[in-house]
């Protein structure tokens, strides 16, 4: 069957006055349906300008100059902005690091959702009332009869983050753009909302892209993993392989900086260099400046993603299996 979503050599560039930034640059990938696929990346390599580009909302000067998204075979860059809209109100849903990027201060948590469930499902003002405080439930927020009345800087951190899930999940989406969910909040609150993510995923059957620089994140959550970096995956593949038999020289590095129990008392390493300028396109790998493999044919063949074992592709040829 074919994917929910696929993405396919999409490239995302910001017009500024200092050059054009290629953000997204090349960038293919699939997500079956009840699927959860791990982006991960350094700061700076295009993961929020991948989602944004999915939700066609990429803010100006920077726009979608190639490549195709398709959501259940739809073609969403041939879409008009009021069809956009109706996408992202009831097909794909996303959460963000701050929930106030998708909460509205002036309008009570059970307002915004019971909005969301009126404009999906139509039906009585009572009846979407009656929804919001589910939905709050559902997403384990207490008493969500009583916080359904709140304002949103009435909650806590972790409950306003709880109730961003339930806007976003109640119009029933296909799928869930996650980006960075937990990333600021603490680390009990970060587990629980994890949990929280991982119950409605396996309940509802929803795929989820899931964005996070945290390797730990995509080990608890995630079925794939796309390794990106600067602006293309250059790996992906089953969480497990990509924990046991990673392949890209930035992946084993990336995997080098997580702190692990034999190394405890040891400087974490990092990875040697800076990654490159996105103003500028060199032609080869985007990785050789700093690869510990690089050969010439890397400084000026731009290596494409392969197939070298079942499910795990790489766009590295120098790298042995
Ligand atoms: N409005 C903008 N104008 C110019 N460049 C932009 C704009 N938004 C993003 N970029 C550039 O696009 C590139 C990708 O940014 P993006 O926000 O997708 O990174 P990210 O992977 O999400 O990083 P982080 O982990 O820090 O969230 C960056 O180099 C950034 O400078
Ligand atoms: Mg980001």
Known sequence: MAPLLSVESLRTQFATSAGVVRAVDGLSFAIDRGEVLGLVGESGCGKSVTSLSIMRLVPPPGAIVGGSIRLDGDDLLDKDAEAMRRVRGARIGMVFQEPMTSLNPVFTIGDQIAAAVLAHAGG??????????????????????????????????????????????????????????????????????????????????????????????VAELCHRVAIIYAGRIVEMAPVASIFSEPLHPYTRGLLRCLPHPSRFGQPLSSIDGAPPDLRQANGGCRFAPRCPLVQERCRHDEPALAERKPGHVVACPVVTV
């Open 124 to 217: 009585s003002r009572r009846a979407a009332w009656e929804c919001a405080v589910e939905m709050l439930d559902h997403v384990q927020v207490p008493s969500p009869r009583e916080r359904a009345r709140d304002y949103p800087h009435q909650l806590s951190g972790g409950l306003r983050q709880r109730a961003m899930i339930a806007l976003a999940l109640a119009p029933g989406p296909q799928l869930l753009i996650a980006d960075e969910p937990t990333t600021a909040l603490d680390v009990t609150i970060q587990a629980q909302i994890l949990d929280l993510l991982r119950r409605l995923q396996a309940e509802r059957g929803m795929a989820v892209l899931l964005i996070t620089h945290d390797l730990g994140v």
